[in-house]
C-alpha cells in the first residue's frame, strides 16, 4: 500500500471511529424520545449505495442513523450553514458529513460524495433538498440520480414519518435497492421524481 493510500485508509478509520464514538452518545438519547422502528433492514446492500429519504425535521438524520444500525455507516449530505455551529458543525465533519451549499451546483460537495461512494461508501441524501411537510411539497433534486447513475450504484429508497410526537413510535421503512440510468437533464429530473414515487410506495405499503 502506498503512502498516500494510508493516508486515506487512516483518514476514513478516524471518520468511522468518530461515527461509532457520537452515534453511542447521541442515538441512545434519540431512542429516549422517540420509539424507532425499522422495517426492511434486510434491503440494505452490501458496499456503496445512495441512501434516498424524505425530509420533514432536524432529527431525520438522527432518526435514519438509529433506524439503520450502527455498522451501516453513511456519510450525511447537510447544507453548509451546520458548518459554522459552533461545536456542533466540528463533530458532524469528524462524523463524515458532507456539507454542501444550496442551490448552486457544488461541484466540490459532488466530487466528495463521487469520492467516497468510489470507496465503497454509502452516502445519505434527502432528495426534496430541504424539510417539507407535506408530501409532494417540494420537487426532488437531481443530484442523487446524477451520483448513481454516473457511478452505477444503487439507490435505497427510505421514508420517514412526516408526523412524530414524543414518546410515540416511528416507524422507518427501508425499500429495495434500485438501479438508474440518465444522459441529461429532463432524463435526471424524471427519475428524481421517480425517487419520490418510490419512498412514497413505501408509506402506501405498495413496496417493501
Known amino acids: 500500500m502506498t503512502g498516500k493510500a494510508q493516508e486515506k485508509k487512516t483518514a476514513r478509520e478516524q471518520t468511522h471511529r468518530w461515527f461509532n464514538i457520537v452515534y453511542s452518545i ?3 438519547l434519540v431512542k429516549l424520545v422517540f420509539r424507532i422502528r425499522c422495517r426492511g433492514r434486510e434491503n440494505i446492500p452490501q458496499g456503496p449505495a445512495v441512501v434516498c429519504a424524505n425530509h420533514s425535521n432536524l432529527l431525520d ?3 435514519a442513523a438509529g433506524a439503520f444500525g450502527k455498522r451501516h455507516f453513511m456519510h450525511f449530505i447537510a447544507k453548509r450553514e451546520l458548518q459554522n455551529v459552533p461545536i456542533i458543525g466540528k463533530v458532524i465533519e469528524l462524523c463524515g458529513v ?8 457544488d461541484i466540490t460537495a459532488m ?13 445519505f441524501i434527502f432528495p426534496e433538498g430541504t424539510r417539507a411537510e407535506e408530501d409532494n411539497m417540494v420537487d426532488a433534486k ?37 438501479r438508474v440510468k440518465g444522459s441529461n437533464h429532463d432524463e435526471y429530473e424524471s ?10 410506495e413505501l408509506r402506501d405499503g405498495k413496496s417493501a
Open 61 to 63: 438524520p438522527l432518526i
Open 26 to 28: 447521541v442515538i441512545p
Open 98 to 105: 458532507c456539507f454542501v451549499n444550496r442551490g448552486t451546483g
Open 142 to 178: 437531481t443530484g442523487a440520480v446524477r451520483l448513481a447513475s454516473k457511478l452505477d450504484v444503487p439507490i435505497v429508497p427510505v421514508y420517514i414519518p412526516r408526523r412524530k410526537h414524543v414518546f410515540g413510535r416511528i416507524d422507518v421503512l427501508i425499500g429495495r435497492p434500485y
Open 191 to 200: 427519475l428524481s421524481d421517480g425517487i419520490m414515487e418510490h419512498i412514497y
Open 111 to 123: 466530487r466528495s460524495m463521487m469520492r467516497y461512494l468510489k470507496n465503497g461508501e454509502k452516502v
